[in-house]
């Protein structure tokens, strides 16, 4: 963490509890991230919000993960474009 290099504190000195709670915090993120990424994947097929909560979830995930950050971002644009394909044909419509 930058707090420690400006600190000039070595890796190796560090406080154990501060590591165990960094860690902790790391481990209690992915477990709910997965959880509710698993959620959302059986709310599709049952009436609720599936959708949301899987963009929900690796949204947490992608807090630590690099695999659930570019999801999302593929997610976004796609979302995107299904936004610019909806108004585009719209304003197209309504002014023939």
């Known amino acids: 963490m930058n707090f420690y290099k400006e600190l000039n504190i070595s890796?190796?000195?560090r406080d154990p509890l501060i590591t165990t709670?960094?860690?902790?915090?790391?481990?209690?993120k992915i477990v709910?991230?997965?959880t509710t990424l698993i959620f959302g994947a059986i709310l599709l097929l049952l009436?609720?919000?599936?959708?949301a909560a899987?963009?929900?979830?690796?949204?947490?995930?992608?807090?630590?993960?690099?695999?659930?950050?570019?999801?999302?971002?593929?997610?976004?644009?796609?979302?995107?474009?299904i936004k610019n394909s909806i108004?585009?044909?719209?304003s197209k419509d309504s002014h023939e």
């Open 47 to 51: 009436p609720g919000p599936g959708l």
């Open 21 to 28: 709670i960094q860690q902790a915090k790391r481990i209690i």
């Open 54 to 81: 899987i963009v929900f979830g690796l949204a947490i995930l992608g807090t630590e993960f690099v695999w659930a950050k570019k999801l999302m971002k593929r997610f976004g644009d796609g979302a995107n474009n």
């Open 11 to 13: 890796e190796k000195k």
């Open 87 to 90: 108004f585009n044909n719209s």
């Open 32 to 34: 709910v991230g997965f």
